[in-house]
């Protein structure tokens, strides 16, 4: 049975049809629905676990215990399971140990560009990348298989455009596999100098095993042209779909494991062709490996290091005829925060009181953008906090700056930064933006929302009471729409020399579905302008004064809060 299915529920189904047990994962665009499909299938396990390194030491845990597992994230996130990852390849698995990664080329959605196959190369673990949803499901049940066969953890590679593509799949039976035993191993499982030394030996040569076996692999394919070969190119994933369609007449060799790279087979093809071309997105890994094998190749000197390719792009290179477009004649949306949005009062008073604010990765990093234009600084999940407190230290404790962080983040990696704070007396100030949610990336529960990822009920964690276990004594916990409220709880907390933190509460606006009783209406407007500072999308203005549109208000209150004329009032919808 044949069915239409999204590349990363593809991956999901991969892992289902080849016996996973456990899954773990934290949730980052484009990679979130992995994790958000797997749960789905009954007789196994999944997770969101705090962050990336977390999501991998977990796998890794229950691979060694026997079982297949697998670890998904987007590419910075594997930037935080970094660790883990190179000494798994060292430590190598028990049951088959596959790690799936979505980068983000063209930044739809990511604070940087990064592409994940170099760390494949340089943690030494083999990486596959898939082209479609077919492909995702099949690559995936392979890379278990090649994962236990070759005792190493297996990288997936997919990217924005494939892990949001559908395509048909082909539905297979689940199988079923029973624990592998596990037996005790110091020179395997513990990384100690002396095991280490030993195990670097063991994936030097399981490198050189890899790079002979993958010319021979059935993911590695040649499609010749009809109209003869003259021009050849070696491409992967998502670009390969494009080469298809805007260069019929070239033979193609198809990579699908990217590393190591099918170097023979590829140089065999190389020599059957008058010029050998290389197209991929981001950097050019295969072409700096072709070319340091002495295959000759044209890549990088045509195509850009930066954003995503097309079929446009490329038929643009090779000097063919372009469709021309047809102008959308769509207007333009610039990024805003939601109508409501409980995080918008909050950087309102921070833009006021003038503040340099040290920002954070969320749907709050929203507050940058004008109107409000409040964040200086955005860097890494939990930066914030440390960025702050560098900038108090810098400063000798004179800078008027705060730290910013949402409720989530704060848990994937912003408790370190908090703790070295307080034990370095830096005296910052932290806003945790506590919206109850994972907002960014759809609304996923996390440690503090007292729901796991099937979404039952779960023990929740206190985020005051985790402050006050790092050592906080001063912690204030604030209605995120009461202006008044903020302000006060800001100003008290810059006032004190000890770290402070502040805790804005409101759920986040998209959780309720329903239609809220209550809208705001405009009355006696005088066009001051002050609520539009706010840079609500439910507030316009005209000549005549600001209007609200009522099919987008949800009757927060805080354009009232800001009026200094009390034009604005609350009203049955």
């Not at 949803?133 to 990288?155: G, M, N, R, W």
Request: with cysteine; net charge neutral.
């Amino acid at each position: 049975m044949k069915e239409l299915m999204l590349t990363n529920r593809a991956v999901a189904r991969g892992a289902y049809e080849a016996g996973v047990k456990v899954l773990s994962a934290y949730p980052g665009t484009p990679s979130t629905e992995i994790a958000e499909n797997f749960v789905k299938f009954d007789g196994v396990y999944a997770e969101w676990a705090p962050n990336e390194k977390v999501a991998l030491e977990v796998a890794v845990g229950a691979s060694v215990a026997g079982a297949r597992a697998m670890a998904c994230m987007k590419h910075v996130g594997l930037n935080v399971a970094a660790d883990p990852l190179f000494t798994a390849a060292y430590t190598g698995v028990n049951g088959g140990l596959v790690i799936v990664v979505a980068d983000d080329p063209g930044m739809h959605s990511s604070q940087n560009e990064q592409d994940s196959r170099y760390y494949a190369r340089s943690a030494h673990i083999m990486m596959l990348e898939p082209s479609d949803a077919q492909e995702a499901k099949d690559f995936t049940k392979l890379a278990f298989e090649l994962s236990e066969k070759y005792d190493t953890p297996v990288l997936i590679r997919l990217t924005t455009r494939v892990a949001h593509s559908r395509s048909l799949v082909e539905l297979g039976e689940r199988e079923e596999l029973p624990l592998r035993p596990y037996e005790k191993s110091v020179t395997k499982y513990t990384m100690m100098p002396a095991s280490a030394i030993l195990r670097h030996q063991v994936v030097e040569e399981r490198d050189v095993e890899l790079a002979n076996a993958v010319n021979t692999m059935s993911v590695n394919r040649v499609e010749r042209s009809r109209r003869g070969s003259k021009i050849g190119v070696v491409c992967s994933g998502v670009v390969y779909q494009y080469v298809k369609e805007a260069l019929p007449d070239a033979s193609i060799f198809k990579v699908g494991t990217i590393y190591p790279l099918p170097i023979k087979a590829i140089e065999k093809f190389a020599s059957t062709v008058q010029q050998l071309y290389v197209i991929e997105e981001l950097e050019p890994f295969i072409e700096d490996r072709l070319k340091a094998a002495g295959i000759k190749c044209r890549g990088k000197e045509i195509f850009s290091l930066q954003g995503e390719l097309s079929v446009l792009k490329i038929l643009e290179k090779f000097n063919r005829s372009v469709p021309v477009p047809v102008p959308e004649k769509v207007p333009g949306r610039p990024p805003v925060m939601c109508a409501g949005c409980p995080h918008r009062g909050v950087f309102y008073v921070l833009s006021k009181l003038k503040l340099t604010v040290n920002g954070d990765i969320g749907c709050y990093t929203l507050g940058a953008v004008a109107p409000l234009s409040a964040v200086d600084t955005v860097l890494c999940m939990g930066a914030s906090v440390g960025m702050a407190h560098g900038f108090k230290k810098a400063t000798g404790g004179e800078s008027h700056n705060i730290a910013v962080i949402g409720d989530s983040t704060f848990l994937h990696s912003g408790i370190t930064g908090l703790i070295n704070a307080v034990y370095n007396e830096s005296g910052i100030t932290l806003v945790i933006l506590d919206n109850s949610t994972t907002g960014m990336t759809g609304h996923q529960d996390h440690p503090a929302t007292g729901k796991n990822l099937k979404g039952e009920k779960a023990p929740a964690v206190l985020l005051d009471d985790i402050c006050r276990a790092c050592g906080v004594k001063d912690i204030a916990i604030v209605d995120a729409y009461d202006i008044k409220a903020v302000e006060e709880a800001v100003k008290n907390a810059l006032a004190s020399k000890e770290v402070s933190v502040i805790i804005a509460q409101r759920p986040c606006v998209l959780l309720d579905k329903r239609v809220r009783p209550t809208v705001m209406v405009v009355d006696g407007c005088r066009n001051c302008g002050k609520c539009m500072k706010i840079g609500c999308p439910a507030i316009s203005r005209t000549e005549s004064g600001v209007r609200i549109d009522p099919v987008q208000c949800t009757g927060c209150g805080v354009c009232a809060e800001v009026c200094p004329f009390g034009a604005i009032k609350e009203s049955e919808r």
